[in-house]
């Protein structure tokens, strides 16, 4: 088994030489694959250029004709993923570590998101200061920011790439103690207006003996829990806090895309939704908030969140996509409505309470999920321990049914 680096030997040959040899001085076993394709490489790698572009199914010298950057490091992610994903298949892929500014900071990315949960993962980059999320994705990826850039070897790139190497040495040789039950596992969305109902419904089900992970709605981890289930590492989802389509709809920043609720129903696993936090739309400081939602209702959640309360129009939308999404479930499914609101916000009293858009919300699940979805009323808001409670028997029930409960 090895360390594989993926970087462009042709113009980061020297440093990514210097991380082989940290590595190997601890006794760690390296494989270099070489995504480099101006050039030539400054240094032998295992895997070479040629062999990553035909893994993309084109050629190096097709790619250097072209001398379309983009399509180049397009092919070369491609190839990179294809590279490690059958080293990993096959038992030789320990960790991976990449080098580079934007260029290789996104091939090498690639590849290491196409690797399971687990496997090390640390990208050395320009880029690890700013915005990582199109780097990171879903995924377990350590960035690194390399202060200066990644051209030559100096006393500072030393000591950075040196780190990153001693990190991934001391990742992939020494085991990690973690507990691993044979449980079946609940993967559980929340949000910080939603808590108290996760909570509580998280409590119940590990008392019966489930396992629960806790997806933070935030865009990545709803991303990330579709992941999962789709890999078959979860085995009931109770996605109690959907607002990740609030943000798809209306714009807000924190949008999981359109696959959102696709994952579960299409594997067919036990499902129990509901519509935590579809009061509001996610937006950064206040004066990043688009123009053209001035005049709104908005929550100063702390000076980097603003929510915006959605509104009667928009929760009807979100009500037809959620209900047509559930509707093409192909497992059991049951879709719960907590009638006194939909957050710790949507209460009366507090910002976002507003009974006219909720019910748009709460009309259109109705007409729009089919026979086929249980779906169950209370008169609580989410957070209220009878709801929660009510979610999470809701979903053992389907578990025990489907044969997937703790013994």
Request: hydrophobic share 40%; aromatic share 6%; glycine share 14%.
């Given at each position: 088994m090895a360390v594989v680096i993926v970087g462009t030997l042709d113009t980061k040959g020297e440093e990514i030489g210097f991380a082989r040899d940290v590595l190997q001085a601890q006794g760690v076993n390296v494989h270099i694959v070489d995504t480099g394709v101006v050039g030539e490489p400054q240094i032998e790698p295992d895997t070479s250029a040629g062999e990553v572009a035909e893994a993309a199914g084109t050629t190096l010298d097709a790619l250097r004709e072209e001398a379309d950057r983009g399509e180049a490091m397009e092919a070369m992610g491609e190839g990179a993923t294809a590279i490690t994903q059958r080293m990993h298949e096959a038992g030789d892929l320990q960790g991976i570590m990449g080098l580079g500014g934007s260029g290789n900071t996104s091939i090498a990315t690639t590849a290491m998101r196409a690797l399971p949960v687990g496997v090390p993962k640390l990208m050395v980059s320009t880029m690890a200061s700013g915005d990582t999320e199109p780097y990171v994705g879903a995924r377990d990826i350590m960035m690194l920011y390399s202060v200066a850039d990644i051209e030559g070897l100096n006393q500072l790139s030393r000591q950075v790439i040196a780190n990153a190497a001693l990190a991934m040495v001391g990742m992939v040789t020494n085991e990690p103690d973690v507990e691993v039950d044979e449980k079946p596992t609940i993967g559980i969305t929340m949000f910080g207006v939603t808590t108290p109902?996760?909570?509580?419904?998280?409590?119940?089900?590990?008392?019966?003996?489930?396992?629960?992970?806790?997806?933070?709605?935030?865009?990545?981890?709803?991303?990330?829990?579709?992941?999962?289930?789709?890999?078959?590492?979860?085995?009931?989802?109770?996605?109690?806090?959907?607002?990740?389509?609030?943000?798809?709809?209306?714009?807000?920043?924190?949008?999981?895309?359109?696959?959102?609720?696709?994952?579960?129903?299409?594997?067919?696993?036990?499902?129990?939704?509901?519509?935590?936090?579809?009061?509001?739309?996610?937006?950064?400081?206040r004066d990043s908030v688009p123009d053209e939602f001035e005049g709104r209702n908005f929550h100063i959640h702390n000076p980097q969140v603003t929510l915006m309360r959605t509104t009667a129009e928009e929760n009807a939308e979100l009500g037809s996509i959620i209900g047509e999404k559930l509707a093409a479930a192909t497992g059991p499914t049951a879709l719960v409505l907590p009638l006194g609101g939909v957050s710790m916000l949507d209460v009366e009293g507090e910002d976002f309470y507003d009974p006219d858009a909720d019910a748009a919300l709460f009309d259109a699940l109705r007409e729009s999920a089919d026979d086929e979805v249980e779906l169950i009323e209370l008169e609580t808001d989410i957070n209220d321990d009878a709801f929660a409670e009510r979610l999470a028997e809701t979903l053992d029930g389907y578990m025990r049914a489907a044969g997937v409960a703790p013994e």
């Open positions: 109902c996760a909570k509580t419904a998280r409590a119940y089900l590990e008392d019966r003996g489930y396992e629960t992970i806790v997806f933070h709605a935030t865009g990545t981890g709803g991303r990330a829990m579709e992941s999962l289930i789709e890999e078959g590492v979860i085995d009931g989802v109770l996605d109690l806090t959907t607002t990740e389509w609030a943000d798809e709809l209306v714009g807000g920043v924190l949008n999981a895309g359109p696959d959102r609720l696709d994952a579960a129903g299409e594997r067919g696993i036990p499902q129990v939704v509901s519509t935590g936090a579809l009061d509001m739309v996610n937006f950064g400081p």
